[in-house]
């Protein structure tokens, strides 16, 4: 077993990496000192293939564990669903102490998280993720919430778990393409933070994809300590956890104007991440081999780079980024790399290179 640990004063916590974690979890929450009463909140496809050994391991550690389901899929990020996790907490008689267990991908996590964070003025949670991007992105770094009509994640909270358990054997049932959408965000790591890790994902890819235990817990490890180290600097994003949005004002752009429907997160942003590329290499000097580099590697692991959207769809999509959330005074600000493993924040994008930048191949006439 891996352990990264995150270091934030008295809210520090471990993330744990390995294989057969679930069936350990009683034993890791004793170690908290957590108190008796605790519930699992879970999703309808997840619940069915994991909650059982994770309520027999709490069940037998002493735990009088209680289970909530959810529906999957991002509409189960919602006030709604939230409302119904709330009274079914209360029908359950969660007390202060007790305790919530997230069990599932990212909208588990984002959903059970905020859940914790608001029941009784918050209550101790864990963190178990079972999606390729759960464990090294959403689980970690305590960001929660939930969606509204109006936008995605418009209400939340920054509110950290008290333990990250990754199990690595849960990814085995992951379908192939929610896979290969966590590796998106695997690669960005490399970009904006290692270079060396960058390689190495070139290099190992094949073996990444297969699934291979090895490869797959020392590459989640790294993503994890680069997001705690990270989330160490800049919990609340006053600046440096920026970064890890590169890619993202594109990628979450094409999200939203095609209605959270055609592309995964992943996907998004591994559209998103080459087009930044691109701007980079026009505005930091990134060389074009490197953007080359990026862009093979996203489509090695079986990834789209490249839009070719008509003149409407274009519009649509810049006046969509900046509504993004993280457009301050209508100014868009971009995270650009200036050579693979190192990202800067903040950069402002001339309206026409921006416009160059997310349909680069070159249109033909009359189409
Ligand atoms: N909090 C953060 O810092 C942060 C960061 C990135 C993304 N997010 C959020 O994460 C969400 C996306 O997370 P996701 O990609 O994990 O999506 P998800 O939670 O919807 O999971 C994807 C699908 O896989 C299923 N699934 C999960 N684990 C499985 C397993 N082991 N076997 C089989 N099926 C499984 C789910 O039921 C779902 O259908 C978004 O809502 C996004 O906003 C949050
Ligand atoms: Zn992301």
């Known amino acids: 077993m891996r352990i990264v640990k995150v270091p934030l004063g008295n809210r520090s916590y471990d993330i744990k990496i390995g294989t057969g974690l679930l069936a350990r979890i009683g034993r890791e929450c004793a170690h908290l000192g957590l108190s008796r009463r605790c519930t699992i909140i879970s999703d309808r496809h997840v619940a069915p293939r994991y909650a059982t050994v994770v309520r027999e391991a709490l069940a037998s550690a002493g735990f009088a564990p209680g289970l909530i389901t959810i529906p999957a899929g991002e509409t189960a990020k919602s006030l709604k669903v939230l409302a119904s996790c709330y009274d079914q907490l209360a029908a359950q008689r969660l007390e202060r102490k007790s305790f919530i267990v997230a069990l599932g991908g990212g909208v588990v996590g984002d959903l059970a998280g905020f859940v914790a964070a608001t029941y009784l003025r918050g209550l101790p949670f864990i963190q178990v993720p079972t999606t390729l991007l759960a464990q090294v992105d959403s689980s970690v770094g305590g960001k929660v919430g939930l969606n509204l009509k109006a936008g995605k994640n418009l209400v939340g909270a920054f509110y950290q778990p008290r333990l990250v358990l990754c199990d690595l054997a849960t990814l085995a049932s992951l379908p192939m393409r929610e896979y290969r959408a966590g590796l998106g965000e695997v690669i960005k790591y490399g970009i904006i933070y290692d270079g060396r890790l960058f390689g190495r994902l070139e290099r190992d890819l094949p073996k990444l994809l297969r699934r291979g235990p090895r490869t797959l817990a020392a590459v989640v490890a790294r993503c994890c300590e680069i997001k705690a180290e990270v989330v160490r600097q800049d919990e ?19 999200e939203a104007i095609s209605h959270y429907g055609k592309y995964l997160h992943g996907e998004a942003i591994a559209i998103g991440q080459v087009a930044a590329a691109k701007l980079s290499a026009q505005l930091l000097g990134l060389p074009a081999s490197e953007v080359q580099r990026i862009e093979r590697l996203f489509q090695r692991a079986g990834l789209p780079t490249r839009l070719n959207l008509n003149a409407p769809a274009k519009r649509k999509l810049l006046a969509a980024m900046t509504l993004d959330k993280k457009v301050s005074a209508g100014e868009i600000k971009f995270v650009l790399a200036r050579r693979i493993g190192a990202a800067e924040f903040g950069h402002q994008i001339p309206a026409a290179l921006l416009a160059g930048a997310i349909n680069p191949q070159p249109s033909t006439r009359n189409r």
């Open 236 to 254: 609340t994003e006053s600046g440096l956890r920026a970064i890890l949005n590169f890619g993202h004002t594109i990628g979450h752009a094409l």
